[in-house]
Nanobody, 123 residues
Framework: HVQLVESGGGSVQAGGSLRVSCVAS????????MGWYRQAPGKEREGVAA????????YYTDSVKGRFTIARDDGVNAIYLQMNSLKPEDTAMYYC?????????????????WGQGTQVTVS
């Protein structure tokens, strides 16, 4: 069973930066894409960024383009989300996801595995 563990959340002032990380306990043939979702209180979970393992163009939701960068390190089964120029509306619980595929629609059905989340608060 694949486990995803996020880390790196925290509190920062508007305009600041944070990096969140996600490590997968293993890569299996069922994992070809990993990504980040977020959920703010009272709102639905939304896709933020995703990237295919082994190569491929990353996807970003429009609200974070130019500010967030997703990266992967296949050697340690990890992905990262570098978040710059943070805004209060970026405040949310950030979840790592892994699954068989993914595209710019950020359909959560692509992802079979989910982490517990890490809180990001921007004030």
């Amino acid at each position: 069973h694949v486990q995803l563990v996020e880390s790196g959340g925290g509190s920062v002032q508007a305009g600041g930066s944070l990096r969140v990380s996600c490590v997968a306990s293993e890569y299996t043939e069922s994992i070809n894409c990993m990504g980040w979702y977020r959920q703010a209180p009272g709102k639905e979970r939304e896709g933020v960024a995703a990237i295919a393992l082994g190569g491929g163009v990353p996807y970003y939701t429009d609200s974070v383009k130019g500010r967030f960068t997703i990266a992967r390190d296949d050697g340690v089964n990890a992905i990262y989300l570098q978040m710059n120029s943070l805004k209060p509306e970026d405040t949310a619980m950030y979840y790592c996801a892994a699954g068989a595929g993914g595209d710019s629609s950020f359909n959560p059905l692509w992802y079979a595995y989910w982490g517990q989340g890490t809180q990001v608060t921007v004030s």
